[in-house]
């Protein structure tokens, strides 16, 4: 191919894989299979390797991420970014309301009310159609320029469709997707890592990485609801003159809009509309804290004008969290697999968001100073995310003068081993971990990790049973667990003849599980169920997926660069090597009951199957196996991208918003009848 076809092929590639991107992640339709997106990603990539002149900012090839900078430089606001005043009160809606009334008299008006997005403002500047900056709201005035790590959100159009303008600021929010949240603080958990405490604070510390390769393996998202400076175009179409047009433009551009707003015409729908979107955000698959109160019409909201700080013409109602009072009775140190110390709130048992919590995370040392909290102190907790249980801050008034500050360990608690600090790079700051790799709580934590039910699913190897078998010597690694006598687990204290033959058992049963299973339970850095899952689909077996190189590993679905590199790696170390060899010896199966080579589909092939309700005839694990087996994928949340809903007996609010969505639902019997009947398609309803 010489150098002119190259450059039109490579043009012909990158519009193609556009509108796939835009199918896929905007419109939740995607028209061609994931081999076949990959085939075309891989052609654009060797042409840019041949000739990297064509590697522009809108190339597909940027969402990988590129080289880490040294700071974010500083932008200028070409028009200011400003906050929206907040209110957790009905009676200040009236009277916001009332107030614009006054400035525009005569005037007949009508609102809008979108979904207050708990991320991260960010201003997108087009030129010519093309993304050439991205920034942070900062002071309002001057922000940092974030485009890398904007660039590697996959539902961020690079380029615009359609007759887009000279210049085009579009205005919203990063967030990090609930599901993308709890699948991240799983694998950080699994991985020793300290989790999240929210999503906001995931989503702003993936956007402050000075490595655009970190944040392109967060699952962030936008969500665009306003505009800066505009040029148009030549030709261009009449620009929207409400925010109803506005909206409407955006999407057309192929920005992602907020997936509910209500048009409203007077107080009371205003007021009826922040009920039922407080009604259904819970549904959303982001954290919402409120509702964004604007006028309509763009042309009186520049008659009402703004203050230094928020226009006149939009108002924030926040709904308040959910938060209890309790008492800081002690601070325990929890050390995990990987040797890091992390602070925990033992509370006074209190009910909060439907289950008694009498534990928080304190996250690390520099949260516990700079929070001020001491031994004694009565506390505000919350769930983060409603997911998580966090300490809010500490009721400084309620303080008694008995309280006590807490001294942090600077070795570790379980072997007395020197805590070494490490910046993490992240929101986390800095944590202390042990540096002792034969810590018995480290060991402990990889032993547990290995026989937990996501993992190896050993039945009888609790938690007790498993401090008992390290305390004693028995198990100092995951090889020994399958070396263990009858004799030797009858010696321990409590464990009579019935349950070390169960242990036994269940030791024998984890020989056969699945290879996704013996990834998860290798605890290895970055590789989390979903990823372990993802491998298990690609390779027949443990030996293939140890013999993959980097770049192979990057173009499987599920797996970037980070993770790719962190498995090469791993098998790559003699060490790990050799913990593998001990394991075939001991028996374990390596291969995969998900993999399924390239010429064979599944009727669920890259369908996104949601569960809801009690299921009758099979365990939730069970149809989750079910489901994948058949080459679908499971998801927690339902969403746009939904394929089917499995409804079981007693469904919950998921089913609804199915129903809202237009999302196919199947009961029990006739998922049944699907996975026995031979069917072979499943059409999107």
Request: glycine share 10%.
């Amino acid at each position: 191919m010489t150098r002119t076809e190259s450059h039109q092929r490579h043009a012909e590639l990158a519009d193609e894989i556009h509108r796939h991107d835009h199918a896929y992640y905007i419109l939740a339709q995607p028209k061609i299979s994931d081999a076949a997106y990959d085939r075309l990603y891989r052609e654009l990539l060797d042409i840019e390797q041949q000739f990297p002149e064509l590697v522009t900012p809108d190339s597909p090839s940027q969402r990988v991420g590129g080289k880490p900078v040294s700071e974010f430089r500083s932008v200028q606001h070409r028009v200011p970014m400003t906050s929206l005043d907040n209110t957790y009160s009905e009676e200040e809606v009236r009277a916001f309301i009332v107030r614009v009334q006054r400035l525009l008299p005569g005037v007949t008006l009508d609102w809008v009310i979108e979904p207050k997005v708990d991320g991260l403002a960010i201003n997108l500047r087009y030129e010519n159609g093309v993304l050439v900056q991205g920034a942070t709201r900062g002071d309002g005035t001057t922000g940092d320029d974030i485009t890398a790590n904007l660039c590697t959100i996959r539902n961020l159009p690079l380029r615009l469709i359609g007759g887009a303008s000279v210049v085009l600021e579009a205005r919203g929010e990063v967030y990090l997707t609930l599901d993308g949240f709890r699948k991240l603080n799983a694998e950080r958990e699994a991985d020793g890592e300290e989790p999240f405490s929210n999503p906001r604070n995931a989503a702003a510390g993936s956007l402050k990485q000075l490595d655009p390769r970190v944040a392109a393996t967060r699952p962030l998202a936008v969500v665009l609801y306003g505009v800066g400076e505009v040029v148009p175009g030549v030709g261009a179409p009449a620009e929207p003159t409400t925010q109803v047009e506005l909206l409407l433009r955006l999407k057309s551009l192929g920005f992602p809009t907020p997936e509910r707003t209500w048009h409203c015409r007077e107080l009371g729908e205003v007021l009826a509309a922040i009920q039922k979107l407080d009604g259904v955000r819970r549904g959303f698959n982001y954290e919402t804290d409120g509702a964004v109160i604007k006028l309509n019409c763009l042309a009186d909201r520049d008659r009402t004008g703004a203050t230094a700080k928020a226009p006149r013409w939009a108002m924030a109602y926040k709904y308040p969290s959910e938060q209890a009072e309790t008492r800081l009775n002690a601070i325990t140190i929890q050390v995990g697999r990987t040797g890091a110390l992390t602070p925990v709130a033992e509370l006074e048992p209190v009910f909060l968001a439907g289950s008694t919590v009498s534990r928080a995370t304190l996250h690390n040392e520099d949260e516990l100073r700079r929070k001020d909290i001491r031994l004694g102190d009565t506390v505000v907790i919350e769930k983060a995310g409603e997911v998580i249980p966090a300490v809010v801050r500490v009721v400084a008034e309620k303080r008694t003068g008995n309280e006590r500050s807490f001294d942090f360990p600077r070795t570790c608690p379980e072997c007395g081993s020197k805590a070494r600090r490490e910046v993490t790079g992240s929101v986390q700051g800095v944590i202390l971990r042990c540096t002792n790799p034969d810590c018995p709580a480290q060991v402990r934590g990889r032993i547990g990790h290995w026989c937990a039910r996501g993992a190896m699913d050993i039945e009888g190897a609790g938690d007790v049973l498993v401090a008992q078998l390290v305390k004693t010597g028995l198990v100092r690694d995951v090889t020994d667990l399958y070396r263990l006598r009858l004799d030797e687990l009858m010696s321990l204290e409590r464990v009579g003849e019935k349950s070390a033959r169960n242990l036994l058992d269940g030791i024998a049963a984890s020989r056969s599980r699945d290879l996704w299973r013996l990834l998860f339970g290798l605890g290895i850095l970055h590789v989390g169920a979903g990823v372990a899952k993802a491998l298990g689909r690609h390779y027949a077996d443990l030996d293939r997926l140890a013999a993959a190189s980097e770049s192979e590993l990057i173009a499987i679905d599920d797996v970037g660069e980070v993770i790719a590199r962190s498995v090469a790696a791993w098998f790559a170390d003699p060490e790990n090597c050799r913990l593998i060899e001990k394991l075939g010896q001991a028996g374990l199966n390596f291969g995969s009951g998900l993999y399924k080579p390239a010429d064979t589909a599944g009727p669920l092939k890259n369908k996104t199957v949601v569960l809801t309700g009690t299921l009758l005839s099979m365990t939730r694990d069970e149809a989750t196996a079910r489901i994948e087996s058949l080459g679908g994928r499971v998801s927690a949340s339902v969403s746009k991208k939904t394929d089917i809903v499995l409804a079981g007996t007693d469904v919950g609010s998921k089913l609804k918003k199915a129903q809202l969505l237009g999302v196919r639902v199947l009961d029990e019997e006739e998922f049944l009848q699907l996975y026995g009947g031979g069917a072979t398609t499943l059409d999107r309803g």
